[in-house]
Nanobody, 115 residues
Framework: QAQLEESGGGLGQPGGSLRLSCVVSGRIYSSYVMGWYRRALGKQRELVAT???????NYQESVKGRFTISRDTAKRSIDLQMDSLQPEDTAIYYC?????????WGQGIQVTVSS
């Protein structure tokens, strides 16, 4: 029912910054969680950050203090500001939507951090 449109990411340098955005199109939900997961080579997909309609935010420990997730409720979008990038942040990042009844995923967008 919902589609997730991802943008941003790309190539960044260690210590630099990148930004990811995700916009939901389609059905409007009264309560939901959006966020980002990522999958690096040889690793399981893992949570990066999520934010709920109530403003509850979760971060993976490794990104705390470096990444910031925010929400624009009117636009039904989220942003992930990624600062102090590390090579370990290199992964495919997937936008995530959870309405409690249905989970949706974006197509995935590459983030590469290297010098």
């Amino acid at each position: 029912q919902a589609q997730l449109e991802e943008s941003g990411g790309g190539l960044g340098q260690p210590g630099g910054s990148l930004r990811l955005s995700c916009v939901v199109s389609g059905r409007i939900y009264s309560s939901y969680v959006m966020g980002w997961y990522r999958r690096a080579l040889g690793k399981q997909r893992e949570l990066v950050a999520t934010i709920s309609t109530g403003g509850v935010i979760n971060y993976q420990e490794s990104v705390k203090g470096r990444f910031t997730i925010s929400r624009d409720t009117a636009k039904r979008s989220i942003d992930l500001q990624m600062d102090s990038l590390q090579p370990e942040d290199t992964a495919i990042y997937y936008c995530y939507l959870n309405t409690a009844r249905l989970v949706s995923w974006g197509q995935g967008i590459q983030v590469t951090v290297s010098s």
